[in-house]
């Protein structure tokens, strides 16, 4: 294939998570190197910090489509992770980590009278209150490189000693941090959605959050929950899009009941991801949470969205760009469709595509959103660009591998030449296409549909003028 655009073998979509000391600037710098889900954890801080967080992405998404050079604009989503069940050390961040010593003594409380404070040996732990009945002596609990024995529980406080520090040899190794997870090595009880999802997942929304990432989903009721929050806040179901992070002990009658009500699943599980393939569902791995940066090739192809550190996305676009490339000599063109049969549209362009050699595919259809996401679950050789003037479906396409939504005016939707060429100026300018490319472009005029075969000219850009 010649004519190579830098972007032409990013297939997948790439989000990074936000950190609380985060700027305008560094937030905008992400989103120019090819970001389009920015993700804040809300478990990791307070709520003041989630809450300028948000207001830092939406200020760099607000500069970063000011500096689209066309009447069509990139869409760009934030997705917030509600803090859930997962007890977390909770203390001023600001006076920095706690170290610990073998043998040393230390008192964890859900006593609320020592959250964001710094006391000696005291520290609030977020749901603990569940757990502490629970607990006996003698019980681990773990904390990063950090293993406690529980000596005595006594109300609120659960008295422990440091029995072990892994990679003691390293200074990093003895520090408790703040928000840090504990690993109890047991079951809590079902989580329901508490006053504090509900204030989180409102603030979210309000703050033009899309995705509502929901972790350790065990039934369905707690997704109907977080849609009455939604309508409580008179927000369109539609327009928010759930997010599910299984536990690990989750039943598969449980996943079945659960995963057709949600858009897609958070996970690194390997038998979880091809379930989630079969229903249709999108795929986001975190790559924080594993050594390796990618999954073997064989999950690879089933990823939508891939998580990523601050630091890793140069190197994961390099890596990306070579994996995918790879996959055009060794893909089954033939491989088995999941959800409904294709329809004609598809199936021309997918052949068109493949047989061409293209280097993009432009999508200008009436049912825009029905054809991308069809060819999204293919194995496509190349990016489909997709306008849309409906923001809803936007953002839901936004999860789909291959699928890059464009924005458009009302306006402009009917004319067809005119929004070809405006798609195909973004397509340069974001990096997709080059002067010499081939595209696939699908149209649609009232009962007439087609493709047609394009090539991408070097001096069409001054035209705009």
């Known amino acids: 294939m010649s004519f190579i655009a830098e972007n032409s073998f990013l297939w997948q979509k790439l989000a990074v998570e936000m950190i609380h000391s985060d700027s305008v600037e560094i937030t905008l710098e992400h989103l120019r190197k090819g970001i389009k889900i920015i993700l804040i954890r809300f478990g990791l801080h307070t709520e003041e910090e989630n809450q300028i967080m948000l207001h830092i992405a939406n200020t760099a998404i607000e500069l970063y489509c000011s500096e689209t050079t066309t009447p069509c604009r990139a869409t760009i989503g934030i997705a917030c992770e509600l803090s859930g069940k997962e007890p977390r050390l909770k203390f001023n961040r600001n006076n920095g980590p706690i170290k610990v010593t073998l043998g040393q003594k230390m008192f964890l409380t859900a006593n609320r009278l020592y959250e964001d404070k710094n006391v000696d040996m005291v520290v609030y732990v977020t749901n603990i209150e569940e757990n502490v ?30 029995k072990l520090i892994a990679n003691s040899d390293s200074a990093s190794s003895t520090l408790l941090y703040a928000y840090q997870p504990l690993q109890l090595n047991m079951r809590t009880k079902q989580w329901l959605v508490s006053k504090k999802d509900i204030d989180e997942c409102r603030y979210a929304i309000l703050n033009n959050c899309r995705f509502i990432v929901i972790p350790d989903i065990e039934h369905h009721k707690q997704f109907h929950a977080i849609h009455d929050v939604l309508r409580m806040c008179q927000i369109d179901l539609d327009s928010i899009h759930i997010i599910a992070k299984f536990p690990p002990y989750i039943s598969e009658a449980t996943v079945d009941k659960t995963i057709q009500s949600i858009a897609g699943v958070l996970t690194n599980d390997n038998k979880l991801i091809r379930k989630c393939k079969k229903y249709g569902k999108a795929v986001l791995f975190d790559t924080n949470a594993e050594e390796n940066i990618l999954p073997r090739n064989s999950i690879l192809q089933h990823v939508d969205v891939f998580i990523i550190r601050h630091s890793d996305i140069d190197d994961t676009k390099d890596k990306l760009r070579e994996l995918n ?105 974001s990096g997709y296409l080059k002067p010499g490319n081939l595209v696939i472009t699908g149209f649609g005029e009232h009962i007439v549909q087609g493709i047609e075969l394009r090539f991408v000219p070097d001096n069409f850009a001054l035209l705009l003028k």
């Open 133 to 162: 009945n629970q607990l006996q002596a003698g019980d681990r609990i773990r904390i990063g490189q950090i293993e406690f024995k529980v000596c005595k529980v006594k109300g609120k406080y659960v008295e422990c000693c440091v």
């Open 325 to 429: 490339h790879k996959t055009l000599t060794t893909r089954n063109t033939t491989a088995s469709v999941y959800g409904k049969p294709r329809n004609i549209a598809s199936q021309c362009i997918e052949y068109a595509s493949n047989h061409c050699k293209a280097n993009a595919i432009i999508l200008c259809i009436s049912n825009t959103a029905c054809e991308a996401e069809r060819l999204s679950r293919r194995t496509m050789p190349c990016p489909i660009l997709i306008a849309t003037y409906d923001d809803n479906v936007a953002h839901h396409l936004l999860l789909r591998k291959y699928c890059f939504p464009i924005m458009i005016s009302q306006e402009i939707a009917s004319k067809r030449r005119l929004l070809i060429k405006y798609i195909s100026i973004f397509g340069r300018n």
